[in-house]
């Protein structure tokens, strides 16, 4: 008999039109990808459509469905498309099913039309953006090279007018790396966003000098460099848990508060393994994962086999355990494994000191990242234990700054009268890792 692997949710996100988009970010990893599918009109057919709507429906045993669109720009496809698509799933809908329709855009080609349209079918929208206009336009241009800030930021004033529900995703790379409060202040103060999610760029260059498989040990310059991605990150986070916790949801952070609580996190890249959240391109083939969406990779066509079938077969399980059992020894001996898990295995390709393949190229920035959040997190995770809520945090790192920064013959700030160095100056932080 053979064994069947389906795990109880999957996550699909589907390209209706693949590779293809109105810009050209520098870096994006998927304007490669055309390259696969030479000759296609990359526009997803709709004979594709009701077959992806309908197996996604079959392949969920929850009644909760994400239908996640992205790209390249799936706005692209009009919204003629989408209107069909929500037709479909009220047409196969299961008893007691509830949608949620993602959509992860660029935000140039939003209108009215559009908005209205999300609003009305409750969609969620992803808005990508880098940071200020200076930094987002960095390498976020279109096809002449020209930034594309204020079009973005025209497409999100839209999305706000018509109250449609939006967060954002913002690369962190080589450029706006070093700008992590300008950055974050600008997406939580200007583009006035309660969630965000940052990906780091790792960009790596194969022996033919083009980053269309993930290949290669070497990275494109304009890829975050390790140590940036833990600084940018850590500073982020020291603004973040002394003034916003329960008001802004950074992805990351709300990841590693479950890690120190001994939940899983919510996101694959902190995961022991991985294979649970699947790609499907335009002409309904089926991949391991975003970032893999290379022949060795591809489980099959929708149209051929059941996205139940594919998504439940071995060479997916393998894909996803993998990732667990090709961790190099330092990273099952490392204090911040529970968190890290070495994180994605696209990014693993550094050779250890002992020789050993499979290290994390952004081992470093990680490393630092959970080393320094760790007495917050203990303190965070500690309080939500004792049912306070997380945000008492704020408070007590408000005055763990004081007894930081207070002189040995200083008034504690405790309160007490004493001097410090009779107080509290005596205490020593405890820390784990
Ligand atoms: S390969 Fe990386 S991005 Fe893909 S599912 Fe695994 S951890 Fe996530
Ligand atoms: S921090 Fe580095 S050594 Fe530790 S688990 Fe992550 S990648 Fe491995």
Not at 151 to 162: C, N, Y
Not at 323 to 330: E, F, Q
Not at 411 to 428: A, D, I, L, V
């Amino acid at each position: 008999m053979t064994q069947n692997y389906l795990p109880p949710r999957i996550h699909l996100l589907a390209k209706p039109t693949g590779a293809i988009c109105n810009l050209a970010c520098s870096y994006c990893f998927f304007l490669a990808k055309e390259a696969l599918y030479s000759g296609s009109r990359f526009r997803m057919s709709d004979e594709v459509l009701e077959n992806y709507i309908q197996q996604l429906i079959t392949a969920h045993r929850s009644s909760q469905v994400t239908v996640a669109w992205q790209g390249g720009e799936p706005t692209l496809m009009g919204i003629d498309f989408y209107q069909r698509a929500i037709k479909l799933q009220e047409k196969y809908r299961k008893p007691g099913m509830v949608f949620e329709n993602t959509m992860q855009t660029n935000g140039t080609l939003l209108d009215d039309e559009w908005c209205r349209f999300f609003k009305e079918n409750n969609f969620l929208i992803g808005i990508s953006i880098d940071g200020p206009r200076e930094l987002h336009n960095a390498y976020r241009v279109d096809k002449k090279g020209e930034g594309t800030f204020d079009r973005v930021m025209q497409g999100l004033r839209l999305l706000q007018k018509h109250d449609v529900k939006y967060n954002v995703l913002t690369t962190v790379n080589r450029v706006n790396a070093d700008y992590p409060l300008e950055v974050y202040r600008f997406l939580r103060d200007e583009a006035g966003t309660d969630w965000i999610q940052f990906i780091p760029v790792v960009e790596r260059i194969n022996e033919e000098g083009h980053t269309l498989y993930q290949r290669g040990k070497t990275v494109s310059d304009r890829s975050v460099q390790p140590e940036q991605l833990g600084s940018f990150l850590s500073l982020i986070f020291d603004e973040w848990v002394r003034n916003d916790v329960g008001k802004i949801f950074v992805q990351t952070f709300e990841a590693s508060a479950r890690k120190w609580l001994g939940l899983p996190s919510g996101m694959c890249v902190f995961e022991e393994t991985c294979g649970i959240g699947l790609v499907l391109e335009h002409n309904g083939d089926l991949y391991s994962c975003d970032h893999f969406v290379e022949p060795e990779y591809l489980l099959g066509n929708i149209m051929k086999k059941e996205i139940s079938e594919l998504a439940a077969a071995e060479k997916q399980y393998r894909f996803g355990q993998d990732k667990r059992d090709s961790l190099p020894h330092v990273c099952r001996e490392c204090k911040v494994l529970f968190a890290c898990q070495g994180e994605c295995p696209k990014n693993r390709f550094l050779t250890t000191s002992a020789g050993e393949n499979g290290l994390n190229y952004l081992c470093k920035g990680w490393k630092a990242f959970f080393q320094h959040i760790d007495f917050p997190m203990q303190i965070m995770t500690g309080l939500i234990r004792r049912g306070y809520p997380a945000l008492e945090v704020m408070r007590v790192m408000v005055l763990e700054d004081a007894f930081s920064q207070a002189g040995r013959n200083d008034p504690c700030p405790c309160g007490s009268g004493r001097k410090f160095k009779r107080c509290h100056g005596t205490r020593k932080k405890e820390r784990s890792i």
